[in-house]
Every structure is written in structure tokens, then in C-alpha cells.
């Protein structure tokens, strides 16, 4: 409780400081000020957006409980399904940006990571440190992975801070010597697949694509997994959801009734569908991505970042 009420104070006498007002008016209040357009799409669209695309709609389906009764896909819905995950481009070149910069940037992002500077966090309004990491610490530690490349794709390089469990993403803004953290994720194995491209895999074998704007916002999603249930694995693959939801064009006939759409929502107010495919159509499905993930786990070595 103590530790709670503490953050608010922080927040609240950050909003009145002179400091974070400049940030907001100065250091990049485009960045700053973002915004997630899932946000502005209702759950009453979406509802209607499901309704009018899928017969079997639900909010909250029980894992893996509720998928022992689901269908397999249909051949048509699975040809569609490999299609789909055909055009989705999972690998994303690692843009290097402007060479010329990196010596600037890199003498910059060390100083953050000695905890000599502070960053600022646009989603809590503050600055603050990298807790949890000093400079000893991710020099010993082998889980600790440190990239710097072009991630916005702005002609200038960002810092990625990567383990087990946290990834980050920081922008240096040179015009007022100010760090942001552009990007962030807990939890799960993280993967870049390049600029602009993130997956991570949860606990619960679940896997997670995400194609992100200049501004660090999702403009593309798509997920898969398999879970256990009764002694065998159900596969199950989704189809990409957009800035304004499922494409109506990736939607064949069957795939309304194939299609288990899923309404409960995340903090991006994005819903999904899944399709219940066999172990052998799981795999075809996703070999573009595995392809991708191979590629790039190969081309991020050349970005490590070495403090």
C-alpha cells in the first residue's frame, strides 16, 4: 500500500513539475502523447464486427477447458489460414540508421545504463532509472542481451535492454539530452524480428506477433498456441487483427463458422478469433514465421551492444 501510494504522489507532483511539461511540450510531445488507436475502437464495434463475421462468439474462453469441443478446421478455412500467414511479413530488416551517429548514441545509452542519467516513462508521466540492472550486472550476466539498431526506423539508434523476463527499448533525443523509453514488454521469451517487429512466447505456449508503428503502437497482431488437454495438444492459429480489427477480406465463407472469436479484450481493446487445426496444418501454417525467426535471430548478432 505504501509503495502504491507512494507512485501516485510521484505522478501527481510530476504532472505540476516544470520539467515533465517541457518533455511534454518540447522533447517530443508526438512520442510522448501517443496514442494506441485500438483504444478508440468500443467493445460495442467490436461486438459488431465479430457478430457480423463469426457465428461463434464468446467473451472470456475458459483455456483449454472450452476447446476440447471445438471443430477442426475445414481445407478451404486452412488453405486460407496459410495464405494469410504467407503475406504477413514477420521479418523486418534491422535498419542501421544513420552509421555516423552510433559513437554519440552509444557514449549516451552507456551513461543510462550506469545509471548516470534517468529516462522518462510517457505511460507513468516520470523519470526514473533502470531498476534492477547496474552496468556490473549486464556485464556478467548472460541472459542480459543489449542490441543498438534502428527500431522506430528514424534514421537514429535505439537501445534494447532484453532478459528472461523484460525487454526495453530507449530513444535518445539529442536536441534536449533526454531519454525515453520508446517500447516495453514483461513477461515471456522475447524475440525481435527486426525494426518495428516483436513476437514473445508465453509460459503457456502461446506465441505473439506484433507489427509496431514509429511510434511503438501496435498496428498489427496475430497470435498462436497449443495446449494440453486430456493426455493430447490442440492447435490453435488466429488471424491478424489490425489498428481497426479483423480484416473482412481475409475472411473466406467457411471461416464463419470455422472461427471461434474470442471478445474479452486486452488494454489495446483487441479481441481474437482462432481456428482449431491439426498438428501438421499448425506447422505449415507457421513456417513463414519460422523461417523469419531463424533469419533474424542470426542478423540481430550483428547489433550487439557491447558496454
Not at 528514424?154 to 528472461?164: I, R
Request: proline content about 2%; charged content about 30%.
Amino acid at each position: 500500500m505504501f509503495k502504491m501510494l507512494k507512485r501516485m504522489l510521484i505522478i501527481a507532483l510530476c504532472s505540476l513539475c516544470i520539467r515533465c511539461n517541457y518533455v511534454n511540450k518540447q522533447l517530443d510531445s508526438e512520442i510522448v502523447c501517443r496514442k494506441n488507436d485500438f483504444q478508440y475502437i468500443t467493445q460495442k464495434e467490436k461486438g459488431e464486427i465479430s457478430n457480423s463475421l463469426f457465428e461463434n462468439v464468446y467473451k472470456g474462453l475458459e483455456y483449454p477447458k472450452s476447446m476440447q469441443n471445438m471443430k477442426f478446421s475445414s481445407k478451404n478455412t486452412v488453405k486460407k489460414l496459410k495464405e494469410i500467414y504467407n503475406e504477413i511479413e514477420f521479418y523486418g530488416e534491422f535498419e542501421e540508421g544513420d552509421l555516423s551517429l552510433y559513437d554519440v548514441y552509444a557514449k549516451q545509452y552507456l551513461r543510462l545504463l550506469k545509471g548516470e542519467v534517468k529516462y522518462y516513462d510517457p505511460e507513468y508521466k516520470v523519470y526514473t532509472n533502470i531498476y534492477g540492472y547496474d552496468l556490473e550486472l549486464i556485464q556478467q550476466d548472460k541472459n542480459i542481451k543489449i542490441y543498438m539498431f534502428d527500431m522506430d526506423i528514424d534514421g537514429k539508434p535505439e537501445l534494447c535492454l532484453s532478459d528472461v523476463q523484460n525487454t526495453y527499448f530507449f530513444k535518445y533525443i539529442p536536441d534536449s539530452g533526454q531519454h525515453l523509453l520508446w517500447w516495453r514488454t514483461s513477461g515471456g521469451s522475447f524475440r525481435i524480428m527486426g525494426s518495428r517487429k516483436v513476437s514473445q512466447f508465453s509460459s503457456k505456449g502461446k506465441v505473439y506477433f506484433t507489427q509496431l508503428d514509429k511510434l511503438g503502437d501496435e498496428i498489427c497482431f496475430v497470435s498462436w498456441a497449443y495446449y494440453l488437454s486430456g493426455g493430447s495438444k490442440i492447435y490453435l492459429v488466429s488471424v491478424p487483427v489490425y489498428t481497426n480489427g479483423i480484416r473482412e477480406e481475409d475472411i473466406i465463407e467457411e471461416m464463419k463458422s470455422d472461427g471461434y472469436y474470442d471478445l474479452r479484450q486486452n488494454n489495446e481493446g483487441r479481441g481474437e478469433c482462432f481456428f482449431r487445426v491439426t498438428e501438421s496444418e499448425y506447422y505449415e501454417i507457421l513456417e513463414p514465421y519460422e523461417k523469419a525467426l531463424d533469419q533474424a535471430q542470426k542478423e540481430k548478432e550483428n547489433f550487439i551492444f557491447e558496454p
